[in-house]
């Protein structure tokens, strides 16, 4: 690994997903006419975010026409489940004769919550900024949260009221590149991966950054992604063989307690897809997979069937300036990817898509209510596109393929509201 962030790292951490939000309908008729719905997802089209009812309907996009601002992006909810935060950018200082490492970091950033029922937008944590770049970070309460704050050399976590002020260190300064993080049930703990000189390191704090303890950290692993149990008693995250697998196409899954006792491999022989690739050559993408924790108790991931090779082919033998650095090989490829859940008692697996040969299946999760699982698909040379199906498997349908048939991706649940804390 190295001692400083790459580009590679820093794209995945802060802006894998940047969206610009472009609408059909004013934002404010667009949050009134989803308010009802049972069961609702955010996805990702062409660098544009919309939002859709598990049924397919009520399909819109958003606009929010603040001055200046380039991209936009969705990254949490507060505790009634239809006030969202957003992070807005503005014109990337980076480009010709700028490099990324020394002016990437100057881009202002903005954070804003949005009322989805009253269509409102608002600024928050613009008091006491301490960079122009912010990126993001979960609520520990609803009237706090972390954040990402990122200078020239050093990112940090930071916890903040809700408009900036009294911003306290989280992680501590020149330890690592602190990203991947996720509050436990109870909202007293919190997980997270550092990327460190020494490997990706998955770590668990209090909600204030005390009492941390390293849950798993080798030099030859990527540990990745930590994520908690409904129960909060166990904490699963994907493990990477880097150094074998440099694209981090396939990683297993890792379970162990928050403490690190307990370790266990759901998976062996690298079966579960991480970094996910599609599309064709004149439109691709990717980004980074995540586990979920399904209502029944299991884990829910991308199994790849035996053999399985993507087209998307990564060149370590050159240097990575785009975060994916790949070729598109697909007369090579083989195999494919089904959505899986697995039982972390026996480590028995239920597959659930079963798609077949050629087609690739990831970035699923369960509704809040337990009905229903969203996910993508591509076909091998093709765009993803959003699928929806019942919990147990059944009734799989396509729901859209984004914007101009382009391509749609990184849906994500609104929650259906929770007790305020």
Request: charged share 25%; net charge neutral.
């Amino acid at each position: 690994m190295k001692k400083s962030i790459n580009r590679r790292q820093f794209i995945a951490a802060a802006s894998i997903t940047s969206l610009a939000l472009v609408a059909c309908r004013s934002a404010k008729v667009a949050g009134r006419a989803g308010a009802g719905a049972s069961a609702r997802f955010f996805f990702t089209s062409q660098g544009k975010t919309a939002m859709m009812n598990a049924d397919g309907t009520g399909l819109r996009y958003f606009d929010f026409k603040e001055p200046g601002q380039v991209t936009w992006q969705p990254f949490g909810f507060l505790g009634d489940g239809h006030r969202v935060l957003f992070l807005s950018m503005e014109a990337r200082r980076d480009g010709p004769g700028k490099p990324f490492e020394e002016y990437y970091h100057q881009t202002p950033t903005h954070i804003w919550i949005h009322d989805l029922d009253k269509g409102t937008l608002t600024e928050v944590a613009h008091r006491d900024r301490l960079s122009p770049f912010y990126g993001g970070g979960p609520l520990i309460k609803d009237s706090r949260f972390l954040m990402q704050v990122v200078r020239k050399g050093n990112t940090q976590i930071y916890s903040m009221n809700l408009d900036g002020s009294d911003a306290q260190e989280f992680t501590r300064s020149g330890e690592g590149f602190p990203y991947g993080l996720s509050v436990s049930p109870d909202g007293r703990r919190v997980a997270f991966h550092l990327a460190t000189p020494s490997g990706y390191q998955v770590w668990v704090s209090d909600a204030d950054g005390r009492n941390r303890v390293k849950v798993a950290g080798l030099p030859e692993h990527l540990y990745f992604g930590p994520r908690w149990s409904a129960d909060g008693g166990w904490l699963f995250f994907h493990d990477c063989l880097h150094r074998e697998d440099p694209g981090h196409d396939w990683a297993d899954v890792y379970l162990c307690r928050p403490d690190g006792s307990e370790v266990r491999h759901l998976t062996k022989d690298r079966e579960v897809w991480f970094g996910a690739t599609y599309g064709s050559l004149e439109n691709h993408s990717g980004g980074s997979e995540t586990l979920y924790w399904s209502q029944d108790g299991k884990v829910l991931c991308s199994r790849r069937l035996p053999g399985s090779k993507v087209p998307w082919e990564f060149q370590a033998q050159r240097p990575d300036t785009d975060h994916f650095n790949r070729d598109y090989k697909p007369e090579l490829a083989r195999g494919g990817t089904e959505v899986c859940k697995i039982d972390p008692r026996d480590g028995s697996v239920t597959r659930i898509t079963r798609p077949g040969e050629g087609v690739w299946d990831f970035r699923a999760s369960e509704s809040p209510d337990g009905k229903h699982i969203v996910f993508c698909r591509a076909k091998t040379g093709a765009s993803a596109a959003i699928w929806m199906m019942n919990s147990d498997g059944t009734n799989q349908r396509e729901l859209t393929q984004g914007i101009d048939q382009r391509g749609a991706d990184h849906p994500r649940w609104v929650p259906q509201g929770r007790k305020e804390v």
